[in-house]
């Protein structure tokens, strides 16, 4: 099994920034891709970025350019850093692992944008 730790979140401003931080634990070898999801009230779950175990990088395409998801295999660690953030941008954000079998759900953080 492996478990999925995400701090960082918190309210902030139009126009600043936030850090997210995802720590897996665990069976950790089984983890290939990891990466950050995001949940507004009312809508459904939306892809935010991800990052394979050797680096290659997909982005939403609404996320280019503000966000950035980096990953420290050392640490069993993946990171959002959120620049420029606004209103809508306001949701629980989740990390997500795919396994070799499965995946793996962090409990989510929430980040409140305000105008």
């Known amino acids: 099994q492996v478990q999925l730790v995400e701090s960082g979140g918190g309210w902030v401003q139009a126009g600043g920034s936030l850090r997210l931080s995802c720590a897996a634990s665990?069976?950790?070898?089984?983890?290939?891709?990891m990466g950050w999801y995001r949940q507004a009230p009312g809508k459904q779950r939306e892809l935010v970025a991800t990052i394979s175990k050797g680096g290659t990088i997909n982005y939403a395409d609404s996320m280019k350019g503000r966000f950035t998801i980096s990953r420290e295999n050392a640490k069993n660690t993946v990171y959002l850093q959120m620049n420029s953030l606004k209103p809508e941008d306001t949701a629980v954000y989740f990390c997500k692992a795919d396994l070799w079998r499965g995946v793996a759900w962090g409990q989510g953080t929430q980040v409140t944008v305000s105008s």
């Open positions: 665990g069976s950790i070898f089984t983890i290939s891709v």
